[in-house]
């Protein structure tokens, strides 16, 4: 998994009780509907995607950090030789040099709130996100605030790793919200969450790096981003998003983003070995891109769900498709032609100003490649 530091100066979000950050502003905000999980039918262990899964290459060079080992015997948390028996009582004790918070297997229930301008990791102790269960009590599980100012300055990062965060329901991020500097999600499960925006995960606009590895986001819901909204930036910072070897199931979004909705804004995005299925929406049933072209959609799989609002063969409705890309110029294809992609499966139709591949049915599958 490579963290990405870029080396520039940015203004840091103002942090707040209530989770709200730049791009909101003019956005609808009634409540978006049920979080019910698969409500489809199936279990995520039901799909087999056909693509060439092999993994991208996220490994730093290097050796990899040393975490220390946890301890688990009688404690909920343990960071270095530190034991702690809740998850909240960790977080107040993390300091700046720890180099991760080990959660013990269990069920935690509780909404977390971090300001920090450091690392904070947290990562579950057996290596499986099925045995340490994060569950929101109301609001967002986690709302993190993680800065640290200078060009210089190493970046304030979150990550978690190999742990299930089960949302409640938030404006922004009905499971997490964040505005750091670095965001990670390293085998991780987030499922349930119910938001106006990023059911599962929200993710502020000057966020300079976004990584999702083998990460698996179940039964989000929103208006935009059923699982993950990537905010518009307040400004011309290099940004990326990167979604390796990760799945997408039964996330919904009533206006546009079934699975993830990216906003305007100069953003790298990278969807490399990564499954959408039974995802909804009116637009953009698996990926809505407003103003924004992704850098790299490759070895992609969506299957059925698909949206509610068709494209004519025409191009003259500028809704509806499975991805929806409403930029100009848009790229499709792995060899610099426009609107030159190899996609199987699906009907595809590409008008000027907006791409879109069609309306799926349930059950129809189609791979980007």
């Known amino acids: 998994m490579t963290i990405l530091s870029i080396a520039l100066a940015c203004s840091a979000p103002t942090s707040s009780d209530a989770n709200t950050t730049a791009g909101l502003e003019g956005l609808p905000s009634e409540e978006s509907g049920d979080s019910s999980a698969f409500a489809q039918g199936g279990q995520p262990g039901d799909f087999e995607p056909t693509v060439d899964t092999g993994a991208p290459d996220f490994e730093p060079e290097g050796d990899p950090p040393d975490f220390g080992a946890p301890i688990c015997e009688g404690n909920a948390v343990s960071i270095g030789d530190r034991t702690y028996g809740s998850v909240q009582a960790g977080l107040d004790h993390y300091m700046p040099a720890d180099p991760a918070m080990w959660v013990c297997p269990g069920v935690y229930t509780g909404s977390y709130s971090i300001s920090a301008n450091y690392e904070i990791n947290i990562r579950g102790a057996s290596g499986d996100p099925d045995d340490v269960m994060l569950v929101s009590d109301g609001g967002s599980t986690f709302t993190v605030f993680a800065w640290r100012g200078g060009a210089e300055a190493d970046p304030a990062r979150f990550v978690l790793t190999d742990v299930t965060v089960v949302g409640g329901s938030a404006e922004a991020g009905g499971a997490i919200y964040v505005a750091a500097q670095e965001f990670i999600l390293d085998s991780v499960t987030v499922m349930d969450g119910v938001a106006s925006y990023g059911g599962g995960v929200f993710v502020d606009g000057d966020t300079r790096a976004v990584i999702f590895q083998d990460t698996s986001f179940l039964a989000n819901s929103a208006i935009r981003g059923g699982a993950v909204f990537v905010g518009s930036p307040s400004n011309d910072d290099a940004r990326v998003i990167s979604v390796g070897e990760s799945d997408f199931w039964s996330n919904t979004a009533t206006e546009s983003g079934g699975a993830v909705y990216l906003d305007d804004g100069g953003l790298d995005a ?100």
């Open 270 to 369: 990278v969807f490399l070995h990564t499954n959408a299925m039974l995802n909804e929406a009116p637009e953009g049933g698996a990926y809505y891109f407003s103003g924004q072209k992704p850098t790299d959609i490759s070895h992609v799989s969506i299957t059925g769900g698909g949206v509610t609002q068709t494209v004519t063969e025409s191009g003259a409705v500028a809704a509806g498709g499975v991805v929806s890309v409403i930029t100009e110029d848009v790229d499709f294809g792995m060899d610099g032609t426009d609107n030159d992609r190899d996609v199987q499966g699906c009907e595809q139709d590409f008008g000027p100003g907006a791409s879109f591949l069609y309306s799926m049915q349930l059950g129809q599958f189609c791979e980007l490649y």
